[in-house]
């Protein structure tokens, strides 16, 4: 996946607990998490992307 919306620096990421989906948030304040649908390897996209501000500021979501 080379070609996103909203790219930024991603710092923290992580998959859902079925393999679908993977969750990337950026280190920039106010910046969407992107969903992106990895069923299909070879065609990874993003679906949705959550509002960073329902977040305040995404940063170490996962430990």
Request: aromatic content about 14%.
């Amino acid at each position: 996946m080379a070609n996103y919306s909203v790219v930024g620096y991603n710092y923290s990421r992580w998959l859902s607990d079925d393999g679908e989906y993977y969750f990337l948030c950026d280190e920039t304040h106010g910046s969407p998490v992107k969903v992106v649908d990895v069923s299909d390897l070879s065609d990874m996209h993003v679906i949705a992307p959550m509002d960073g501000a329902v977040f305040l500021l995404v940063f170490h979501v996962m430990c």
